[in-house]
T-cell receptor, first 112, second 111 residues
């Protein structure tokens, strides 16, 4: 089975801190995604990557950046965390095309 | 108007009941996904379909491309089916990252 691993299940950070969320998948998937999920708003795409060093902005990229230096790892970076970035962050991966999505277990980030 | 609408938003059922969750969409799609999210966050992909019907255990997903509608059925429901069920579509011609999500249906199955 495909495994998508997110580095932290819960994270508490202070306003202004730089935050790194890591995601690793073990099935050689080309596509990797970062979503945030908020009550009443559903899942929203922040960034996705379709290959190493390739990325595209999603619906809500402001305040975030990403890095994909290796195929299996996709990092989400909050350059200067703010309280409105408190959310559940979910990483996912899939094969190129219209493949089935595999999700990590999520990181609940609280910014105080 | 949301491009992917789910109904109902919330659903409470008794164990053993037959359950239907509906998803309507307004864009051209290349695939439709049904996802399950248990309390605690993890999301599991249940089905990906572009036509017809798929079955896995007690779960059945159908799609009608002409009517732009999909249904997820659960037969002989059980408390462990309690979760949020999310419909998502891959927008035809869109970029690979362009999945459009519904807001989810929260299902609670009482023993």
């Amino acid at each position: 089975d495909v495994k998508v691993t997110q580095s932290s299940r819960y994270l508490v950070k202070r306003t202004g801190e730089k935050v790194f969320l890591e995601c690793v998948q073990d099935m050689d998937h080309e596509n990797m995604f970062w979503y945030r999920q908020d009550p009443g708003l559903g899942l929203r795409l922040i960034y996705f990557s379709y290959d190493v060093k390739m990325k595209e902005k999603g619906d809500i990229p402001e305040g975030y950046s990403v890095s994909r230096e290796k195929k299996e790892r996709f990092s989400l970076i909050l350059e200067s965390a703010s309280t409105n970035q408190t959310s559940m962050y979910l990483c996912a991966s899939s094969l190129v095309g219209r493949g089935k999505l595999f999700f990590g277990s999520g990181t609940q980030l609280s910014v105080l | 108007k949301n491009e992917v609408e789910q109904s109902p938003q919330n659903l409470t059922a008794q164990e053993g009941e037959f359950i239907t969750i509906n998803c309507s969409y307004s864009v051209g799609i290349s695939a439709l996904h049904w996802l399950q999210q248990h309390p605690g966050g993890g999301i599991v992909s249940l089905f990906m379909l572009s036509s017809g019907k798929k079955k896995h255990g007690r779960l059945i997903a159908t799609i009608n491309i002409q009517e732009k509608h999909s249904s997820l059925h659960i037969t002989a429901s059980h408390p462990r089916d309690s979760a949020v069920y999310i419909c998502a579509v891959t927008n035809y011609g869109g970029s690979q990252g362009n999945l459009i999500f519904g807001k989810g249906t929260k299902l609670s199955v009482k023993p």
